[in-house]
């Protein structure tokens, strides 16, 4: 029978006999029983009084682990800790926010850009540019590029290269790894 099929009472007993089988850890146990580590750790999570006498034990540290545990500890008991500046002490995440709006960057249009033809919505065809050329508030009119746009595109040749970009840095990575491989 699968994890599934068993009721709660069946999955904590089994935890128990492999509690009891000597297994401590929740990898241990989920391969003594058959199942992930983390269906283990979810059921520690969802009955934690349920299984709150089958305590979970780590591996034991070899005799190295501690030996260095020690060194660390002698070392930042002989060294007084610095106060840290002020200017460090608050990230970009711990930050505290201001009330201020920062103004967005402003952003200037390439020098090849094509001057937009600005056209609205009832002048569409299937070939003229759909790129978006004004900020529109609600109720005014939104324009477009309106340029011819590429085959098989929504956008003309200036506008579809800056909707590519470069792409993420894992992106461009595997490209660098294709082309390695291609030549």
């Known amino acids: 029978m699968s994890w599934k099929g068993y009721t709660t009472g069946q999955k904590i007993a089994a935890i128990r006999a492999a ?10 146990i989920g391969r003594f029983i058959g199942v992930s580590r ?38 930042v008991k002989e060294k007084p800790a610095k106060a840290a500046p002020i200017a460090r002490i608050f990230t970009q995440r711990n930050a505290p926010r201001s009330d201020t709006v920062v103004p967005l960057p402003v952003f200037y249009p390439p020098a090849d850009a094509p001057e937009p033809l600005n056209i609205g919505l009832m002048e569409f065809t299937a070939s003229t540019c759909k790129w978006a050329v004004n900020d529109a508030a609600k109720g005014d009119a939104h324009l477009f ?21 470069i792409g993420t840095p894992s992106e461009r990575g595997a490209i660098r790894h294709g082309r390695r491989f291609a030549a």
């Open 19 to 28: 509690q009891m089988a000597g297994y401590g850890t929740c990898g241990q």
């Open 38 to 75: 983390n269906a283990v750790i979810g059921m520690y999570h969802r009955y934690p009084t349920l299984l709150q006498d089958v305590p979970l034990k780590g591996p034991r540290p070899s005799r190295r682990v501690k030996e260095r545990k020690s060194e660390v500890v002698e070392q």
């Open 145 to 165: 590029c309106g340029h011819p746009t590429l085959e098989g595109k929504s956008w003309c040749e200036h506008h579809y290269r800056r909707s590519v970009g």
